[in-house]
């Protein structure tokens, strides 16, 4: 979203075509995965975060075109919530829309009535999954770090790229489980670390801060 930047108008148009190639390169992969499955895909109806303004969505659309789809629609995640619910759920009425993605977390407060769908207001934030994945990934660095007394790795970024399906599984595992142990090997060697749930959490306590002032 270019709202609120102060912006010349080629850095904008700039702006827009760095937007299309990241969008083109996300959307085709699913345009693939969904064909193998489907066969041609020709239409499709897209959702985008609430925050994302008209710039933002049509250049959402232009790239979901140069992947291959000849008719896109493009509607805001908490409409796509709302449609939802009140076909699968008969629900109608004033709901709260609490959308937490891999990069931003999306509040909305929608008006449901039948497949009326109407955004009463939304509140956000840049933050998500992949931000709760790298604190998790600093706990395990700091406990190898004990352990061996180095980081895990003198590349920390590459390194945490390795062990992102790993990341994922002891999220889901801390989500149940007041610690997760692992043997994680890097630099120094093989090395034996716990993960506390608690200690995950406490991690996390600026991002439930953030949630709870958008939520007020």
Avoid: H
Wanted: aromatic share 8%.
């Amino acid at each position: 979203s270019t709202t609120g930047l102060n912006l010349s108008d080629a850095q904008k148009t700039q702006l827009v075509k760095d937007f299309n190639k990241f969008k083109v390169a996300s959307i085709t992969p699913v345009i693939v995965d969904a064909e193998t499955k489907i066969g041609k895909v020709t239409y499709a109806t897209i959702t985008t975060p609430a925050f994302y303004n008209d710039i933002a969505r049509e250049a959402t659309k232009k790239a979901a075109l140069k992947a291959g789809i000849e008719n896109v629609s493009i509607i805001s995640e908490p409409v796509a919530a709302g449609l939802y619910y009140s076909r699968t759920k008969k629900i109608n009425g004033k709901v709260l829309v609490y959308d937490l993605g891999g990069g931003t977390l999306d509040c909305s407060i929608i008006d449901i009535d039948g497949d009326k769908v109407e955004v009463q207001g939304s509140r956000g934030d840049s933050f998500g999954g992949t931000d709760f994945d790298s604190k998790l990934f600093d706990l395990i660095n700091l406990e190898y770090k004990k352990n061996k007394g180095t980081d895990v790795s003198s590349n920390l970024a590459n390194f945490k790229k390795t062990l992102q399906l790993r990341i994922e599984g002891y999220k889901k595992t801390l989500d149940f489980e007041s610690s997760v142990k692992a043997v994680v090997t890097g630099d120094s060697g093989p090395a034996n670390i716990i993960i506390n749930t608690s200690d995950f959490k406490e991690s996390l306590e600026e991002y439930i801060v953030k949630s709870e002032m958008i939520l007020e």
